[in-house]
Every structure is written in C-alpha cells, then in structure tokens.
C-alpha cells in the first residue's frame, strides 16, 4: 500500500478519523514488525502497535512536519516500546504458540530459516535485541540509538557486537 499524502497526515492531525485510517493502514505493518523484533512476543506486539496508534492519534496534533512522518512515527513507537518494557518489567521469551504455516517444500527451508533468524532475536538479551533492530534492521546510527535508548553511542556498539555473536552462534548450531 502507498504511504498516505501530507494531505491525510494533516487532516489526521485536524482529527478527520478517515484520513487517519488510510495513515493507519499505510504503517501498522512496519509498526508491528518493529514491534515484534524489540518485544519479542508477537500477541504483546498486536497490543503495543495498537497502543502506538493511540499515542499517534493524541500527538498527530503536535506533528510540525520537520522531518518525515514515518521517522516521527518510528521515534514514537520506539518511545511506546520502550515505556511498555518498562512498565512490565523484564519480559524475555515468545509465546508458544506460533502461526500456522502452509507452504510449498520449495518455500519449507526459506520460511524455517526466517523462523530460526526471528527466534534468535527473540532470544537475545534485551539490550543487546533493541540495539540490534535499532541498527541493522532499522538503519539507525549509533549516535541516534544511543539518544533514544539513553546510552552512549560506545555502549551501543558494544551491544550490536554482542548481539551479532550470539546470533553467529545460535544460528550456526
């Protein structure tokens, strides 16, 4: 799907519901995916990226448009993440229950092997999972994790090189 218009950002933030459906739906996916990757716990996502949207609709007001809305929305749902792990304290591990998957034999060794990589996040120590997805997935500078997280751009470094060797090892088991 195309990312909303500033048109449907800015009558979103005027508070028509319609506009910010179509803003809603152009992100909820990417916000879910971040989600997944920082929570680990893909029902505690579905929660989070509602919680997000929530959080969007109240500030959508303040948005002054200086840099992109989706990097707006990206620091916001950080920030959500966050306060969430926070608020529940230490939470490590996935459900589970897993998805169901129907796929082709061809496909089989592709889908385990995401399953694998997404399991091996999932199992990283918190720090280590939220420096990993700010930076290799995300594409965030040490600089700027360090700003969101409140660590220093050395710490994230040596969290990102932490979390590379654990999934070097877990994924060569």
Request: with cysteine; net charge neutral; glycine share 8%.
């Amino acid at each position: 799907m195309t990312s909303p218009g500033v048109d449907d950002v800015s009558a979103a933030a005027n508070g028509d519901r319609q506009a910010f459906e179509r803003v809603y739906r152009a992100h909820a996916d990417r916000v879910f995916g971040l989600c997944v990757r920082m929570l680990g716990d893909r029902v505690l996502a579905e929660e989070v990226t509602q919680d997000v949207f929530v959080r969007v609709w109240q500030k959508l007001p303040g948005f002054r448009a200086e840099a992109a809305f989706s990097t707006w929305l990206h620091r916001v749902a950080v920030n959500v993440i966050l306060s969430r792990r926070k608020n529940l304290g230490v939470q490590h591990g996935r459900h589970a229950e897993e998805e169901v998957l129907d796929v082709t034999p061809a496909r089989a060794d592709r889908v385990t092997e995401r399953l694998d990589l997404e399991d091996a996040i999932g199992g990283l120590p918190n720090g280590a999972r939220r420096v990993f997805v700010l930076h290799d997935v995300e594409g965030f500078t040490h600089e700027e994790i360090g700003e969101q997280l409140g660590i220093t751009p050395g710490g994230s470094k040596a969290q990102l090189h932490r979390a590379r060797m654990l999934l070097r090892n877990a994924l060569t088991r």
